[in-house]
């Protein structure tokens, strides 16, 4: 399957800032000197050009790094499709009939398409991970708090976290490197732990491709089961929805001019109560427990990346279709660990992808940990994703 050429809507602004290489495009949520900070809608689009960088801009650029591009993005990052009826939809460049995912559509697409070295994008549950799996590409999630939220939006989240995508193992470590100056690569002397959470609801399209390449790898790898897994899902959903409500439902009660996609979800997050809060973050200590203490005996742990193949943007209409696609992804930005996605293809072609977790911190050897899978197991190989 050939790519498609990206579409004008990959990028809302084409940028030349910094050294020579390697290049990077920045999601339009993230400020950037003499930009507006659009955040792919309408109610920003009128905003005065920021004053100051980001701090993740700024260490890019004293990495050397050249910024050449504000990447397009869901509306307020606030969705997972990437469909955008303001600022136009990013091309999923090698399944243009399907999703490019979201939040960070852009970010995906420019890396997807060969528009940049590697891009930064932000992950509040799954809005990296998501769409680097629709769109063929690798995605990071980093520790909660490890990367300044300084000069992003939402100004305040306690699940948001920036990451970035890339082509390969290589390129990701060093965009890791760029916006943290605290990274330092690591590299295995041994095949790593590794275990299986016990994750419900998978199609078979997804899951038999991924458990026949870790058996053939790791034929006695456990399964195991986290108890608030589900729970953490739809906690995590409760926190967002929550704080985005605080942040953007002024703006909506004042008239702002959001989608009607967007203002739908404000209006419902808007109904959320403090009990529903205190509940989601008795999930939050309950879950995070859970997964460290299985990091205890494990160097990391996977599951899908999404329970079935991205859906079509025809089948995308029907939010029925959309709601689960983050369901292994969001417990991770309510725990705060680290995750990481790598993607495949089904025996049919299309994309799927294996989530990785490792403790919180030990970001590094996260990277060292995906950069061993994709030596070793061939699903998982570093490949022409053009075709």
Avoid at 4 to 15: D, F, I, K
Avoid at 145 to 152: A, D, I, N, T, Y
Wanted: with cysteine; charged share 20%.
């Amino acid at each position: 399957m050939n790519a498609h050429a990206p579409s004008a809507a990959t990028l809302v602004g084409e940028l030349s800032l910094g050294g020579d290489e390697p290049t990077v495009v920045v999601k339009d949520c993230i400020d950037i000197v003499g930009t507006v900070t659009g955040c792919g809608s309408e109610a920003f689009a009128s905003r005065a050009p920021a004053t100051e960088n980001a701090d993740l801009v700024d260490a890019l650029l004293n990495a050397g790094c050249k910024i050449v591009g504000k990447a397009n993005m869901h509306e307020i990052a606030f969705g997972m499709t990437g469909v955008n009826g303001f600022t136009g939809t990013p091309v999923n460049p090698i399944w243009p009939d399907r999703i490019p995912g979201g939040s960070s559509s852009g970010s995906a697409v420019a890396v997807a398409a060969g528009l940049c070295d590697f891009a930064v994008g932000t992950d509040t549950g799954g809005s990296v991970r998501q769409p680097a799996t629709c769109c063929g590409v690798i995605g990071i999630k980093p520790t909660y708090g490890r990367v300044s939220r300084k000069g992003l939006t939402p100004l305040k989240s306690s699940l948001d976290c920036p990451g970035v995508f890339a082509r390969d193992m290589e390129m990701l470590t060093k965009a890791m490197a760029a916006i943290d100056p605290t990274f330092t690569p690591e590299t295995l002397i041994h095949a790593p732990k590794l275990g299986r959470i016990k994750s419900e609801g998978v199609d078979a399209e997804v899951g038999d491709p991924l458990v026949y390449a870790l058996m053939d790898a790791y034929p006695d790898m456990p399964y195991e089961i986290l108890p608030s897994f589900a729970a953490a899902f739809d906690a995590g959903m409760v926190v967002m929805s929550h704080e985005m409500a605080q942040e953007f439902g002024p703006m909506l009660a004042a008239g702002a001019p959001f989608g009607p996609d967007i203002a739908a979800r404000l209006s419902n997050a808007m109904k959320i109560t403090e009990a529903q809060r205190a509940e989601a973050e008795a999930v939050r200590s309950r879950f995070t427990a859970e997964v460290d203490a299985l990091l205890e005996r494990y160097d990391a742990l996977v599951t899908p990346s999404l329970p079935t193949v991205p859906p079509t943007l025809d089948e995308a209409k029907d939010p029925q279709n959309v709601l689960s696609l983050t369901r292994f992804q969001r417990p991770f930005n309510l725990s705060g660990h680290p995750a990481i996605t790598l993607p495949a293809r089904s025996n049919a072609g299309l994309p799927i992808g294996l989530q990785i977790i490792g403790r919180k911190g030990e970001d590094a050897k996260l990277c060292a940990i995906a950069s061993w899978i994709t030596s070793c197991i061939p699903l998982f190989q570093s490949k022409d994703r053009t075709q």
